[in-house]
């Protein structure tokens, strides 16, 4: 049995080599020494991360602010420019209209000289070539705004261009849907079709009595 001497002895020797490991530290605070517990250690934690928590919430706020007034400027500098293009448009189709108008005031000019003519007693010669007169100055306007009739006496019959009224029977081969009467004219408005021309088509019929009933009147 070790003499319970030489044990106070081995531990008072290993407390005096504990301090003189540790600078500041005596022999009788080294039987204390040790690190934190794993408890101390879950109590400070919470202390550390709250703050770096904190700090991430209020980045994401701003940063969710930052982008709900970016979103709100966008949409904001889209009206204006919806309302700014509908504006420019509409003066857009007001110069065109009023330039249209400015082109047929001549013509309208013209009507009201014919109108007087009539009223003075001027004979029918003189107010024929007055309403010529202001057909052809309408023409002329029109055409300059990019109006173009279409042909279609002696044309053969185009669905995309001419609207088929009458059919006129025919024991010709060579005239089958060749328009033989124009009813009223169709226009092209810069190449697009305005109004399509009115016509009476042409079909072909070997032996009809309509047919023969015609060439009999024509002989």
Do not use: C, W
Request: hydrophobic share 35%; charged share 35%; proline share 5%.
């Amino acid at each position: 049995m070790v003499p319970r001497k030489n044990k106070e002895e081995k531990a008072r020797m290993k407390r005096e080599k504990s301090a003189s490991d540790t600078p500041g530290l005596t022999p009788d605070d080294s039987a204390g020494l040790g690190g934190p517990s794993d408890m101390e250690i879950e109590k400070q934690a919470p202390d550390t991360v709250a703050p770096k928590t904190e700090e991430v919430i209020e980045a994401l706020t701003s940063e969710l602010q930052e982008l709900e007034d970016r979103h709100l400027r966008v949409v904001a500098e889209f009206d204006n420019f919806r309302k700014r293009t509908a504006r420019e448009r509409a003066q857009q189709e007001m110069r065109a209209q009023a330039g249209l108008v400015k082109q047929l005031l001549e013509s309208l000019d013209d009507l009201s000289r014919v109108s007087e003519l009539g009223s003075h007693d001027h004979d029918a010669a003189a107010i024929l070539e007055g309403v010529q007169l202001v057909e052809v100055k309408l023409k002329r306007a029109l055409e300059q705004l990019g109006l173009t009739p279409i042909e279609a006496m002696g044309q053969r019959f185009n669905p995309e261009l001419h609207e088929a009224m009458v059919t006129v029977t025919t024991d010709q081969p060579e005239e089958d849907e060749i328009v033989s009467q124009e009813l009223a004219k169709g226009y092209l408005f810069r190449d697009n079709l305005l109004r399509p021309s009115l016509v009476a088509v042409k079909m072909y019929r070997p032996g009809s009595d309509s047919a023969k009933a015609e060439s009999e009147n024509e002989s």
